[in-house]
């Protein structure tokens, strides 16, 4: 039997095994593989997503238990239209390998929904759940502090 | 390979055997004309193995693996400053997999590299002709810029001569009258003609023979700040990893490998998996297990439900074993000694004031971000592989292997890599999503690691022992002498990549200790070979990422033992040996105020490695807060004689340091059983936003040669921030990773 979700502000239809963590059904059932397979553990962050705003692992989160409204990558900017956060992400360089980065971009986003002015402090807290082994960190963290300002303003 | 493929690979030796091996590729080998890979479709022209045309635009082929280095943005903006052609209007491909992308720079002598010598750069001519014959395409050895800095040069400017040539054919015009502007020639009255409607024209024109290049003072791309061609794409989730790749009708899949590595399956059971919804196969691999079925997940749910008996190790069942198996080394004969100045003999009698220290470092995995993963299509005796990988021809010819076909009946796509590190150099993982395929003929099969499998079969930076001795002046050593012992990655990799280990030194397990640019007056590095089966291979900087530990520790050992001043002491060694070195070691202590006392609560501590041609030097500095020790700033100075893209080198300094002090302080793979016991992120940390330090870095431009960074940045982060725990808290700590010692915060 499928069960309805809302991935990117459409309804989708899922028939996936219930227990099936939701990075599997957004890569191989429906190729959305910008959300990244790291670790299965929920140790990394590759694969965060937005669930009703709120950053989550999607390796660790069964499908059947998801609540809420899924934003993945795909669904906050795309290359012609990019966000504020994606725009001064590429102006910083930040990206290396990139791998890890759409689940960096997911957790800032998230971040600066809550707080327009993060401290050191608050970034430290919200982005240490994202590896990146590439070690962009400093980049990151300059790059958390302009969209902000640049949020302000807007 | 024919008569002459048997005598290279006998002969792809270092030294000696080289030069033999040299007279045997003969002239016409060395310098015939190397094919084209590129075979254009309709509407497509290419001119050269670097550049494809069509009506749409220009494609710049980069050839090495893009792990997130740049090496895509700053070789093609090699072939577009000669091209002379606008940024935006470039698209970059990583191509096919093909011998003429052979790396000339990639083998390595047994000398130390910052001493020029004219023996050494006929050596290494020889040697970049042992690449070409071999068709070695390989991403490794920090060596990507220096191989293309002057080939993807010429190649731009020849294209761009015959672009020129083919706009005065249709003109009527002369050649020196034309000039060139963002992919157009432009004729004297102001028309312009474009290169895309030139190309078919040009293309017929033959290549001059010596392209003239642009002076550096004329760039405009090289020399600059370059927007890297991937950035958008991996901003926005759009850049396709090997993981990402998607095809009609594929399947996914996982592979369940012996952990005790090396060795083969006895028996295993299946039948609870094939049971599993979405199972559609289960493969037996020899020494594994792979599953397919409809989801990834499924296909790892799959595979642990399976029950496998092993067989054992063909090495020491735990860390212990292993750690004192290498110390054995100690006992045998030297497999090298690449420095010997002076008579350390003599000048270490025993005395009082001999200053010994002894060593040992763990093995590491290399943890890319992106596990492990391949995708392969067996159809109509033609096998496809997409496989994000560091030596494509490799992954083509052992695919080949496994499938039985010949390699021409293989093609290889490498899209990008979510880390490489060394680790993308091997073909396991190409080979096994081979084999996957060929259990499901027709299909697509995408064969995916996970984080387990990935870290517990590996091929580990070895562990690694040494025994440093010395004897200081009044103001700098007088006699220095490094034991080292470790079993022998190259002897390793060599087997892999080429067949066969070559005999001789093995300059890799002793390269950062025996080539450092330090005058020391009596100074001795041995290297000792334990011979130990768990699977080694390249870990970014390789074996600088021991021996910079061990020498640089040292080196600041026997400077407190007198308490002087390390960087004073290196400076004065460095003086009249390298003056690049010395300038770079001068800048990172003025970047860092060195001589100014730091607060009571903080350390610092400097380290110097030379490696892959590249000085480096970096001080680190630490302090003591309530939840242990915080590593809170990295100054670091580096000369690279060239400095293509300083914002790029800038990125790969922090990314080596970052990578260099994960290890130092969590980085450690350790055996139990015969098995390794880390399998995941939880067990096997790397610094994160919170733990990451500021970094500043310092590109220096005084050497004569181009040199590569993607590696040099790893080995003095691990030395500079154990110095710094010294300084800081008198604790000499001569064993990684740190956290088994210090607390950290
Ligand atoms: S893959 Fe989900 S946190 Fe690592
Ligand atoms: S950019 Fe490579 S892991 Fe973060």
Redesign the interface.
């Known amino acids: 039997m499928g069960r309805s979700l809302n991935i990117n502000g459409s309804d989708i239809t899922i028939e ?2 219930p227990q ?2 939701l ?3 957004l ?3 429906l ?1 959305l ?9 929920a ?2 962050g ?1 694969c965060t997503v937005l669930v009703d705003g709120e950053p989550t692992r999607s390796c660790s989160l069964s499908v059947g238990d998801v609540e809420g409204k899924v934003t ?3 669904g906050i ?3 012609e239209n ?1 966000t504020i956060i ?1 725009q001064v ?2 102006e910083h ?10 689940g960096q ?1 997911m957790a800032a986003t998230a971040l600066l929904q809550e707080n327009n002015q993060p401290t050191d402090e608050d ?3 919200a ?15 300059a790059a958390i502090h302009e969209a902000a300002t640049r949020l302000q303003r807007s | 390979m024919g008569k002459l493929g048997t005598i290279t690979r006998r002969t792809f030796l270092i030294g000696s055997a080289a030069i033999a091996g040299g007279v045997a590729f003969g002239y016409y080998q060395v310098t015939k004309e190397l094919e084209n890979p590129l075979k254009p479709g309709k509407g497509e022209t290419t001119l050269n193995p670097y550049l494809l045309i069509t009506k749409e635009g220009i494609t710049i082929i980069t050839p090495r693996a ?5 090496v895509h943005t700053t070789l093609a903006a090699l072939v577009a400053e000669e091209l002379d052609v606008a940024w935006q209007d470039i698209k970059t491909m990583h191509g096919p997999a093909s011998g003429t992308y052979y790396n000339e720079k990639v083998a390595t002598l047994p000398y130390p590299e910052y001493k020029e010598n004219s023996t050494k750069d006929k050596l290494e001519n020889i040697m970049g002709a042992v690449g070409k014959i071999m068709g070695i395409q390989i991403t490794g050895g920090s060596t990507s810029t220096r191989d293309a800095f002057e080939k993807m040069r010429l190649a731009g400017a020849a294209a761009r001569y015959a672009m020129i040539e083919a706009a005065a054919d249709k003109t009527g015009q002369k050649a020196s009258t034309l000039k060139t502007k963002d992919g157009f020639v432009i004729l004297p009255d102001g028309q312009k003609l474009s290169y895309l409607q030139l190309a078919p024209e040009a293309a017929k024109i033959p290549p001059p023979e010596a392209p003239k290049l642009k002076d550096p003072s004329e760039w405009r791309y090289l020399g600059k ?1 370059m ?2 061609v ?12 090997g ?2 790749t ?1 095809l009609e009708g594929m399947l ?1 899949a996982t592979i369940r490998m012996n952990p005790q590595l090396g060795a083969k399956m006895k028996s295993f059971d299946a039948k609870k998996a094939k049971e599993m ?2 199972v559609k196969k289960v493969v037996d691999l020899g020494d594994g297990i792979g599953v397919i079925a ?5 296909a ?1 749910e799959a595979a642990k439900k399976i029950t496998i008996e092993w067989e054992e190790a063909p090495y020491p069942p735990d860390t212990k074993a292993i750690f004192s198996q290498i110390e054995q080394a100690f006992n045998n004969e030297p497999n090298s000694t690449l420095r010997d100045d002076g008579d350390v003999n003599t000048a270490l009698v025993p005395t009082k004031d001999i200053i010994k220290a002894q060593y040992a470092v763990p093995f590491l995995a290399h ?5 492990m993963n391949a995708v392969a299509l067996l159809k109509d005796d033609k096998l496809t592989v997409w496989a994000g990988n560091q030596a494509p021809v490799l992954v083509r010819d052992h695919a080949a292997k496994v499938a039985g076909l010949n390699s021409e009946a293989v093609t290889v796509y490498t899209p ?6 060394g680790r993308r150099c091997e073909y396991d993982f190409s080979d096994l999503a081979v084999k996957m395929a060929m259990a499901m003929p027709g299909l697509p099969i995408k064969t ?1 690691w ?2 387990e499998e990935d870290m517990r079969h590996d091929f580990y930076r070895p562990g690694a022992i040494a025994h440093f001795e010395g004897r200081m002046g009044n103001d700098q050593p007088i006699a220095l002498k490094a034991d080292i012992a470790s079993p022998s990655c190259f002897q390793q990799f060599s087997s892999r990549f080429m067949g066969m280990a070559p005999p001789g030194p093995d300059k890799i397990l002793v390269e950062g200790s025996f080539d450092q640019p330090y005058a020391i007056e009596h100074y001795q590095v041995n290297g000792y070979i334990s011979d130990i089966a768990v699977p080694l291979g390249p870990w970014r900087s390789v074996g600088n990422s021991y021996n910079g530990f061990f020498h640089e520790c040292f080196l600041d050992e026997l400077a407190a033992s007198k308490n002087i001043d390390p960087v004073a002491m290196r400076l004065q060694l460095m003086k009249n040996e390298h003056e690049p070195s010395y300038k770079v070691l001068k800048a990172v202590a003025e970047m860092a105020d060195w001589d100014k006392p730091l607060a009571k609560n903080k350390g610092r501590g400097v380290a110097f490695t030379y490696s892959f041609n590249t000085p480096v030097a970096q001080i680190i500095e630490i302090s003591n807060s309530e939840d242990g020790l915080k590593v809170d700033k990295v100054w670091c100075a580096l000369d690279v004689g060239t400095a293509l893209d300083p ?2 080198i800038e ?1 790969q300094m ?6 260099g002090l ?1 290890a130092a302080i969590y980085g450690e793979i350790t055996f139990e059983n015969g098995q390794v016991v880390e399998g ?3 067990s096997y940390d ?7 330090p ?2 500043e870095v310092k590109t220096l431009q005084n050497k004569p040669h181009i040199s590569g960074v993607g590696e040099p940045g790893t080995p003095p982060s691990m030395p500079a921030l154990a110095n710094a725990i010294f300084n800081l808290t008198g604790n000499r700590i001569r064993e990684l990773p740190l956290k088994n010692a210090v607390e950290f915060a």
């Open positions: 996936a095994d099936t963590p990075l599997w059904v890569r191989d059932e190729g593989v910008g959300t990244k397979f790291g670790c299965g553990i140790m990394c590759a993945t990558i795909e900017g795309t290359p990019m994606q992400w590429v360089q930040v990206a290396q390998c990139g791998y890890c980065q759409s971009i970034i430290d807290d982005m240490s759940g994202n590896l990146c082994r590439c070690g962009t960190y400093p980049r990151i963290r | 893009e792990m997130g280095q740049g700040d927007p890297r991937d950035m958008v794409e991996k901003v926005t989730g759009t850049a396709e990893f993981i990402d998607k996914f919804p979405g409809n989801n990834t997940w499924q790892f943890a890319t971000m992106e596990p990008y890599m979510g880390g490489g590190f995916t996970s984080r914002r790029n990125a922090m990314s080596g340091i970052i990578y994960s995941n992120f939880d790397a610094l994160r936003m919170a733990t990451a500021q970094i």
